[in-house]
């Protein structure tokens, strides 16, 4: 009963708040060379606002960043104020700042003024579907009328969407009901995977102590709408032996969940399978790894242009496209094989080689649709068209 009591109250707070102190907030002067950068809802400092921060700090020192976190006390970023995010300070912060730049969704009670300038990154390409092309909502704590509502105000709210291909912009036409700018430059965070060097990817092995002769795979399970414990609260499945893998000699996993999934992962009994979900760079799991394992996560895409062996392991796939979400295109098109059993994955890990050059001539045309070579560009061509962002509403 207490906590029900808990729930009401900051429900009525919120309430109060955006009816009554967040539109005085929204008068104060408007800082124009402030720049508030947020990633996963505050979650994490990484991904694509983090690159185009680095980028800005360096070719534009003089301007005001910010950084929202939900713990500040984890974080001391150069050259940035770290401030908490849903504080006295972060209402204050979002309502005077000219530009903001999110991967992922400002609070509901936001509201962008007439002048400032929202640039959202997103974080993926879409294989499944998304928002407004859901047939289905199985997520906790809400109803499809009630997602979708929320979801229009976050993007009415847009001045720019990121888009890392022509692929993705057609989907996200559709999914988000985007009207404004489309920037089809690729994602800030992918251009060190354009640019790294033998040494990164040394760096990267060391950190997690990876031999010369290990053969790593990367795995990326997505969340599943309908597997949780309550709203936020996603689950994760493995549905691999871990104890065969672990005993394999020469091949480690490094496991990374989705940000969602805020489940802690017990992997102490297997030394050669590696909880990475406190790396905060995921390049770095992607140069530090020889394959990649994946379901129905947008890593893959990513993961195209290192050009490495991807490998499928959709253990759920009827019941995903038939109950949870569906896809885009067409699953089985996806140049990568479909396994369904560990003894496959461990064979395919040891003859890496051979393995892609059976997939190679696809997955060359699935890179040429998928990849866009001006991504090296990115932060250079978001930077400049939000700094020269001139109003039309």
């Not at 976190?69 to 001391?76: L, R």
């Not at 962008?112 to 998304?130: I, N, S």
């Not at 253990?315 to 098109?333: A, C, H, P, Q, T």
Request: hydrophobic share 35%; proline share 5%.
């Amino acid at each position: 009963m207490q906590k029900i009591k808990r729930i009401i109250n900051r429900r009525n707070l919120y309430r109060k708040f955006f009816y009554t102190i967040y539109p005085v907030l929204m008068k104060q002067k408007l800082n124009h060379d402030m720049v508030v950068f947020e990633s996963f809802l505050g979650r994490n400092y990484n991904d694509s606002p983090r690159a185009m921060f680095e980028y800005m700090r360096e070719v534009n020192p003089n301007m005001e960043y910010v950084w929202i976190v939900n713990k500040p006390g984890d974080y001391n970023i150069e050259g940035a104020t770290v401030i908490q995010r849903l504080s006295p300070k972060y209402f204050i912060t979002i309502a005077k700042a000219k530009y903001i730049v999110n991967n992922s969704r400002m609070p509901i009670f936001f509201k962008k003024r007439k002048d400032q300038v929202y640039v959202q990154q997103w974080h993926g390409t879409p294989l499944k579907r998304l928002v407004y092309d859901m047939e289905t909502n199985v997520m906790p704590g809400t109803n499809k009328d009630k997602y979708l509502q929320n979801f229009s105000r976050e993007v009415s709210n847009w001045d720019y969407l990121v888009s890392p291909n022509h692929y993705s912009t057609e989907k996200f036409k559709t999914a988000f009901r985007f009207e404004n700018q489309f920037l089809e430059v690729g994602y800030p965070r992918n251009v060190f995977l354009h640019t790294h060097t033998a040494d990164d990817v040394k760096a990267a092995r060391d950190k997690y102590g990876i031999g010369d002769e290990d053969i790593v795979i990367l795995y990326t399970p997505t969340y599943r709408d309908n597997h949780n414990e309550g709203k936020g609260k996603y689950l994760q499945e493995i549905n691999l032996d871990l104890e065969m893998l672990n005993n394999t000699p020469g091949i480690k996993v490094l496991l990374r969940t989705h940000y969602l999934v805020q489940q802690n992962l017990n992997l102490e009994k297997y030394p050669n399978i590696i909880n990475v979900n406190d790396e905060q760079d995921i390049n770095i799991l992607y140069i530090a790894s020889d394959a990649l394992l994946n379901d129905y996560s947008s890593t893959m895409f990513d993961y195209l242009i290192l050009n490495k062996p991807i490998i499928l392991f959709p253990y759920d796939l009827k019941s995903y496209v038939e109950e949870i979400r569906g896809f885009y295109m067409d699953y089985n098109k996806i140049p990568a094989e479909q396994i369904d059993s560990t003894e496959r994955l461990i064979e395919i890990a040891q003859n890496l080689k051979s393995y892609q050059s059976i997939w190679k001539p696809e997955m060359d045309e699935f890179i040429k649709e998928m990849v866009l070579p001006t991504e090296v560009d990115a932060n250079k061509l978001i930077v400049k068209q939000m700094l020269g962002h001139k109003p039309n509403r």
